[in-house]
């Protein structure tokens, strides 16, 4: 769903990826880790066609970036950013319905499909009945369920966000991953975000893409757990895990 080959990305003098290749499949949930600024806004950026890259290609969905149309870009990837969202009398449903703009007609007119598209991804996320309840009476969390509410509507099989777990306490933290899990693996989205959440995201991943510059390590979450790299990044933390339970432990090296 999401197949990155050869990419180099960087700014300036600084070099950020070289010539790595990643392949992300439809229907899973990947975190994309790594220390700060190292590049993992850069990577979601030039993966939604919205930074420069010094070479490779990115294939959306079996497409070649590089050949998409505006249009046909927002038909096939949502990127959810880091920002809030707090505008006044701005309701709900009004910020998942801008999630129509690729299908809607020149004025923007939404029609029955669009209101039933918007409906069921207030629904998909548990927002239902908030969709009248303006941006600027809710809190953080229900805020980015709003916000993965709008790329859902936006009915594209590639879903990128950068960080959707700032802002929010560890309760909100836990079940905004979760949810994303969810989508991913019931709606057959190809899911994609960066976080600093290592339990959290490891214990729901179904692959991890790790940034270690210039490289890019992408493998599916047990073996990226076993093959040390997090524990060699991070090298504060040790990863535990479980094999015959499942269970995965973060916590200090010891002594």
């Not at 096939?76 to 703009?101: M, N, P, S």
């Not at 594209?156 to 959707?164: A, F, G, N, S, Y």
Request: with cysteine.
């Amino acid at each position: 769903m999401i197949r990155i080959e050869n990419l180099t990305l960087g700014y300036g003098d600084r070099t950020l990826l070289e010539r790595v290749s990643a392949h992300l499949p439809a229907g899973t949930l990947t975190p994309l880790i790594g220390r700060n600024g190292t590049g993992k806004s850069t990577l979601l950026r030039a993966l939604a066609g919205l930074g420069e890259r010094r070479g490779g290609r990115i294939r959306l969905d079996g497409k070649e970036l590089d050949k998409l149309d505006p249009q046909r870009l927002a038909c096939t990837a949502a990127f959810v950013t880091t920002e809030r969202v707090r505008i006044a009398h701005l309701r709900c449903r009004d910020v998942v319905a801008l999630g129509r703009a690729p299908y809607t007609d020149w004025i923007g007119r939404l029609g029955a499909e669009d209101a039933a598209a918007v409906a069921r991804a207030l629904a998909a996320v548990g927002m239902a009945d908030y969709a009248d309840r303006t941006m600027d009476r809710m809190s953080d969390g229900e805020c980015q369920r709003v916000m993965i509410a709008r790329a859902l509507a936006q009915q594209t099989p590639v879903i990128l966000l950068d960080e959707p777990t700032s802002f929010l306490d560890l309760p909100n933290r836990c079940e905004l991953c979760a949810l994303l899990a969810r989508l991913a693996r019931e709606e057959g989205k190809c899911i994609l975000f960066s976080t600093h959440e290592l339990d959290i995201a490891l214990s729901l991943a179904d692959r991890v893409a790790l940034i270690d510059p210039p490289a890019l390590h992408c493998l599916p979450a047990a073996e990226m757990i076993r093959s040390g790299h997090i524990e060699r990044l991070f090298g504060s933390d040790v990863v535990r895990y479980d094999a015959a339970t499942g269970n995965i432990r973060i916590g200090p090296k010891r002594g």
